[in-house]
């Protein structure tokens, strides 16, 4: 009973930025963490980091770390994925995903609500 959307991806070139953006609605009430995952053509989902319903406890892949940043407005109920630096491997569909536990549990197959989705493009 929690409907997640995703908006912000798009095609850019490496180096650029974009923010993704996902929008909550529902039962978001209570202790949860919202993560993001993306996969890319032919590879399995992958954690991409990840936020508490406080916006006080963050966790990131090594991959991203200094380069993106989660974050939250609580008011608007919308959490961030601000992306710097992009590169060519980052290029994926990007979800958000929401999960009712005390911790980043990092796992796709522990989240109870998903969002659709939103591609991310990165040109070398």
């Known amino acids: 009973q929690v409907q997640l959307v995703e908006s912000g991806g798009g095609l850019v070139q490496a180096g650029d930025s974009l923010i993704l953006s996902c929008a909550a609605s529902?039962?978001?009430?209570?202790?949860?963490?919202i993560h993001w995952f993306r996969q890319a053509p032919g590879k399995e989902r992958e954690f991409v980091a990840a936020?508490?319903?406080?916006?006080?406890?963050?966790a990131y892949v090594d991959s991203v770390k200094g380069r993106f940043t989660i974050s939250r407005d609580i008011a608007k109920n919308t959490v961030y994925l601000q992306m710097n630096s992009l590169k060519p491997e980052d290029t994926a569909v990007y979800y958000c995903?929401?999960?009712?536990?005390?911790?980043?549990?990092?796992?796709?197959?522990?989240?109870?609500?998903w969002g659709q989705g939103t591609l991310v493009t990165v040109s070398s």
């Open positions: 995903a929401f999960d009712r536990s005390a911790m980043a549990t990092k796992a796709a197959q522990t989240m109870d609500y």
């Open positions: 529902g039962r978001t009430f209570g202790t949860y963490f």
């Open positions: 936020i508490d319903s406080r916006g006080l406890s963050t």
